[in-house]
């Protein structure tokens, strides 16, 4: 079946290039999936989770395999102007997702459109082997690149009783968008990022051409595609690593007045975490000192109507904002005395305010989804679908202290109006030969910061982005050693400090896997190189 193209109500005919763009797609491209010219299709694939910038793709394309994606990508490489993005489920922030009068790439409509075709499709193929950079047998599944997390997480855990070892919080990310810039969370400390249990992926490089690449086997565009913000190809499958899924987990929040004692503990629990003697699960997030609704005590009681925060258990020596630890312990039905043991045994080892203890057993599955509840509320109060201006960092550990004296306790005093994470990770979890970018110091551990604003329509945008700069400025002024992680540059110039002695390998591989630089053009790391 031939792509059925459904044109736009007018072409602006003014604009050549574009009606050219137009021509060469219409006469020229022919796939099993779908093209979609509607407005309508294209305004929304213009748009991302950031809420901050538009660019209006020409089309969308709702590819049905690798195949289709491939002639996209051809298609475009035959033209003078053509760029393509891969768009997952829009979570992007800074437009990385889009194409300025080019061609998005639906990618969960192909994880969709696999599963219509399958009469089987609740069944996933798991494989197990033996060997490798992994150790010993080890199981692991193959998963579409736009597939949803959380669809991976529901069918590994019901058909298996298996999951991936490594998550993001929110898991209605697909597994390229993810794969592609690093995938973080609690327990990256103990298994790495999730571009460090990946084996194997299928991509379309920027020549069109479909490539299996593993840490033996092409491995150049293995490591390059990790972490590289879909510059050097597009993620159409990967082998994902496996490992038994818990059946419930001990949920645990405690507090703490001292930005010390909070990092300390941190850093000793993601420490002896590496032998297996800890928590599952360690992050950590700053809070203000006060009763703000969103920002403050409120924000830290878990899912119990009988937890509450009382403030009164907070040493006199308080200042304007606090810190929470948030770990989590698996464990399966009939453990539940050993669990209270091992709790107690870690928490006693902890500087934490007595008193401000907030704990709840929950499933694995409801606590890997924890995020997507709060999503349901966000959608129903309207924040979720209001601008989003982030700011995520990687900071250094020597750098974190005078990061929160000048940081934390100054310009981000009040708040954000959402989350602002702040946890220990791992350096020798991370592969070097990845594209993801780390603060460039030998400190073994380095922090991420990741400021969640939730932020209405208006002039507090602005207010929020000019707060980012302010903070970024300030890294820069003090000479922290640190990198943004989800980057966002405007020039070549600052790309290229972002990734230093990694930027020469960055620019061959782009050369050697998209020369004439069609992918991923919202990032604007790379100019549109013609053949003409």
């Avoid at 437009?95 to 075709?117: E, P, S, T, W, Y």
């Avoid at 937890?307 to 040493?315: K, M, N, S, T």
Wanted: a negative charge; hydrophobic letters at 40%; one cysteine or more.
């Amino acid at each position: 079946m031939i792509a059925y193209l459904e044109r736009f109500d007018s072409i602006p005919s003014s604009e050549n290039q574009e009606y050219d763009d137009i021509t060469t797609l219409s006469d020229g491209l022919e796939i099993q999936g779908s093209i979609d010219y509607r407005s309508t299709t294209t305004t929304s694939a213009g748009k991302d989770f950031g809420g901050m910038q538009f660019s209006q793709p020409l089309a969308v394309i709702k590819p049905a395999s690798s195949d289709d994606i491939v002639s996209v990508v051809k298609l475009a490489s035959r033209s003078q102007h053509l760029r393509v993005a891969a768009r997952g489920n829009g979570h992007s922030i800074n437009g990385q997702a889009m194409a300025h009068r080019g061609l998005v790439i639906d990618m969960n409509a192909m994880d969709k459109n696999n599963n219509n075709n399958n009469a089987n499709n609740n069944k996933i193929q798991v494989y197990y082997f033996a060997g490798g950079d992994f150790g010993g047998a080890a199981a692991c599944v193959d998963v579409c690149g736009g597939a949803l997390w959380g669809d991976v997480l529901r069918k590994c855990v019901k058909g298996y009783g298996l999951a991936p070892r490594s998550w993001t919080d929110y898991l209605d990310l697909t597994v390229g968008g993810t794969l592609s810039n690093a995938g973080v969370s609690g327990q990256a400390f103990r298994y790495g990022p999730q571009t460090e249990n990946v084996v194997e992926m299928e991509i379309v490089t920027g020549k069109g051409e479909v490539v299996v690449c593993s840490h033996s086997q092409n491995c150049d565009l293995f490591f390059g595609v990790l972490g590289g913000l879909g510059q050097f190809g597009i993620i159409t499958r990967a082998r994902v690593l496996l490992q038994p899924a818990p059946q419930m987990v001990r949920w645990i929040r405690v507090v703490y007045s001292e930005f010390s004692d909070f990092t300390q503990d941190a850093e000793f629990l993601v420490s002896i975490g590496e032998g297996g003697d800890s928590f599952d699960y360690v992050e950590g997030f700053m809070f203000v000192n006060s009763d703000d609704p969103v920002n403050g005590w409120a924000s830290i009681p878990l899912d119990d109507p009988e937890q509450e925060f009382d403030p009164c258990f907070l040493p006199s020596s308080s200042g304007p904002v606090l810190y929470c630890l948030e770990v989590a312990l698996h464990y399966n039905h009939g453990q539940s005395s050993t669990v209270d043991m091992v709790v107690e045994r870690l928490l006693r080892e902890l500087n934490f305010c007595e008193g401000l203890r907030f704990e709840v057993d929950l499933s694995y599955m409801d606590f890997l989804m924890r995020v997507n509840r709060a999503e349901h509320q966000a959608r129903k109060s309207g924040i979720w679908d209001a601008p989003h201006p982030w700011l995520n960092m990687f900071i250094s550990k020597s750098n974190i202290a005078e990061f929160d004296r000048l940081v934390f306790k100054k310009i981000l005093k009040h708040g954000v109006g959402g989350p602002i994470l702040v946890y220990p990770l791992i350096r020798n979890k991370w592969d070097n030969r990845t594209s993801v970018v780390l603060p460039e110091g030998d400190d073994d551990i380095f922090y991420l910061v990741a400021l969640l604003r939730f932020s209405p329509k208006g002039t507090q945008v602005e207010e929020s982005i000019a707060q980012n700069r302010e903070i970024v400025k300030c890294c820069i002024r003090n000479g922290f050693d640190f990198k943004l992680y989800l980057p966002h540059y405007e020039s070549k110039e600052e790309w290229k400090r972002h990734f230093g002695d990694k930027w020469t390998t960055f620019v061959e591989r782009k050369d050697k896997f998209d020369p004439l630089a069609i992918l991923a053009p919202g990032q604007k790391i790379f100019t549109r190189n013609s053949r003409f």
